[in-house]
């Protein structure tokens, strides 16, 4: 008993059936004596084809205009949502997100909540109504529609988890939770019961596609204890929390993501700001850098590594190729068949020999290491793409096993 | 150079190349130094595929439910032509019906605008915008999502008009105008130059299907002037105002409704009362009633027959049926397979020949006049249905001929 915000997919509500679905744990979730927030996705491809349509009139429609179009797909799923919810024989209310409070700042395509008036919402709950939300979207202080980019959805159900005070903010999807590595790559891979905010973002920026790491980012902020289910199978999932029980397992997870271009610019001149040059460049450009690797200069020259993602990796060349009469570097190489395989886990730092054992793995499955980055709480390397999934099973194996 | 409020219809803008011909003259229209604001329809079936998907999920779904759900196909078109008309290089801003100021009442599924709250469309094209607004579509006092109803976009378009004072409402359609007759069915059909409200208003609920009645009433009211325009030629279209010139054309127009059952109630009891009864019962389910006649008392009792549309046929009969004690008529007859085929015309009252010469025409097609009713600007009669297109013909060629 308390207030519990459900979070459902796109692919959970894609479809007449999964919607009733849909509804019926809702309900449950009502009849079990909570008040209940719903946030929802548009339906299954409706927004790709939503930006379809937009494409084949105007490619560069403006980005006030996408989320004009875009917002009308949440819409859409929450009214069919409340309808499925109207025949169960409860008391229902579907809200735009501009209904439901949400406020943004005015960056159109990737908005940003500034606040939530939630008042309509508290008002609806008072009403004993079960409150089914359009995510993804807001208006900004002109009254403008917004919508707020990746995972979007996500942040508007942990943001109002958050203003609500909710005892549990449940993000519904097409997995029963997060495991220690991508079920479809690695057959071992086990369910977590629990996993904390900064282990779930590194997992999830390294391509654990689970949970948004801005919603994740938000939910440490304001404390939302998160919960990753299946809309599917009902079963328990994964709790997202600021502090864990203790227990023997010293990885969380194994991850890897294969949106990476390692650009290396070879031989530049070992004076100081060399580095500083490139990184402020991309910056500019706003491309972001993942990992940076520098040598150690030699015979007056140096070599500088840097990750970004594939899309990303023509830009980057050809600014740093804009600069070469300045930077004087001899060579320039651009590499897009790389990946990132790394390991997770709050363990790790008290435990200096889980990098080895990582390393070792690696080496027996005869799998070379390209680059190597370390945090806190992760250890990620770069190798082969064609290798990926023999490393992301030779880690998982060393580490957790079966 | 003024202001004009132009209003697309689904099919004008069911495509993308639709979508591009409107922004065409949207774009024209502005060039030539207008104000311009748009009233969009949903796309071509959207409406019927949202209502699919509705009926799918719940088919007793709330009808706040179902505006919610329905509202969004504006949306999408209303975005669709401003990504159109951006793509031509031209200002121009979108807007959904609560941003445009559309305040409703809470008949959800058949709302009246209470009022405009017209700053934002003005602030929009003070800023030299063209503003394109979603159609059908407003917000009630406690923000609800409303919907107008049955020809709810050309009642947006004409009340826009008339808080704005535009200087003419423009209804773009998919006929290029307001005919004589409907030019499927009488062939040397012509278009009319121009019309009256009161013209337009009785050939709009004698079946011409142009203009919804709403907005033909509405712009009467506030005297907007109206032009009916087809979206896929260039061509001038039919005026719609209040007084028009003189013309020696008696007849505007020649219409036929095929929605007609008549109900006759025969042998009543001749004492005061009866007509009240019965009319009262039908009122009291809202089954509306068109043409009524009651034949003279003879021997003690009359009959009493009426026109309902052949959709409240049944339970306009069962409600006689309930009181037939109380009436103690000798029998029911209910006939579905009759038309009414009316002409229309302001110049008709001053012009005692007009009716002979309709019922000539009929005499000499040799069909069989069932029932006849008059007003001011029109003469109807029923007929069998089976009757009803040579009737149509033979009356346009009596009075307008080629």
């Known amino acids: 008993m308390g207030i519990i915000v459900q979070k459902f997919g796109g692919s959970s509500v894609a479809n007449a059936k999964r919607v009733n679905n849909v509804a019926g744990i809702i309900a449950d979730t009502y009849r079990a004596g909570n008040e209940v927030v719903v946030v929802v996705s548009a339906q299954g491809d409706t927004t790709d084809d939503l930006i379809e349509k937009a494409q084949e009139i105007n490619p560069k429609a403006s980005k006030r205009e996408m989320d004009m179009l875009l917002s009308s797909g949440e819409l859409i799923s929450a009214s069919l949502v409340a309808m499925a919810i109207e025949r169960l024989g409860l008391p229902v209310v579907s809200l735009t997100g501009w209904q439901a409070g949400f406020i943004t700042d005015s960056t159109h395509g990737a908005a940003r909540i500034r606040r939530i008036d939630k008042e309509r919402v508290e008002n609806e709950l008072a009403k004993h109504n079960i409150v ?17 980019g990746r995972g979007g959805s996500d942040t508007s159900a942990v943001a109002l988890a958050a203003v609500l005070h909710a005892d549990v903010c449940q993000i519904y999807t097409d997995v029963d939770g997060v495991y220690t590595a991508d079920p479809r790559l690695v057959k071992n891979a ?27 980012e938000m939910a440490k902020k304001y404390s939302v204890k998160l919960e990753v289910l299946s809309s599917l199978e009902k079963k328990s999932g994964t709790e997202v929390k600021e502090v864990i029980k203790v227990e023997k397992m010293l990885i969380r997870g194994v991850a890897r993501d294969n949106d990476v271009a390692r650009i290396s610019v070879i031989g530049v001149p070992d004076v100081p700001g060399i580095a500083f040059k490139i990184f402020s460049l ?17 015979h007056g020259t140096k070599d500088i590594s840097f990750t970004v993602s594939r899309m990303h990796a023509d830009q980057a060349v050809s600014v740093i190729e804009e600069v070469r009469p300045t930077l004087r570097y001899e060579q320039l190489v ?56 023999r490393a992301l099973n030779a880690v998982h194996n060393a580490f957790i096993g079966d």
Chains 1, 2 share one sequence.
Request: aromatic share 4%.
């Open 132 to 148: 089914i939300v359009a995510g993804f979207q807001g208006i900004n202080r002109y009254d403008d529609v917004t919508t707020l």
């Open 190 to 216: 086990q369910k977590l019961d629990e996993i904390t905010y900064d282990e779930m973002l590194e997992l999830a920026s390294l391509g654990a596609q689970v949970l948004h790491n801005r919603s994740v």
């Open 282 to 298: 991309l910056a500019a450009r706003k491309i972001n850098v993942d990992i940076i690797l520098q040598s150690i200069g030699r």
């Open 334 to 389: 651009c590499d897009s068949t790389i990946s990132k395989v790394s390991i997770v886990g709050s363990g790790m730092v008290a435990n200096p020999g889980v990098a080895s054992k990582m390393f070792e793995a690696l080496s027996e499955a005869n799998i070379n290491i390209q680059m190597i980055s370390t945090s806190e709480i992760k250890i990620s390397v770069l190798i082969d793409e064609a290798d990926s999934e």
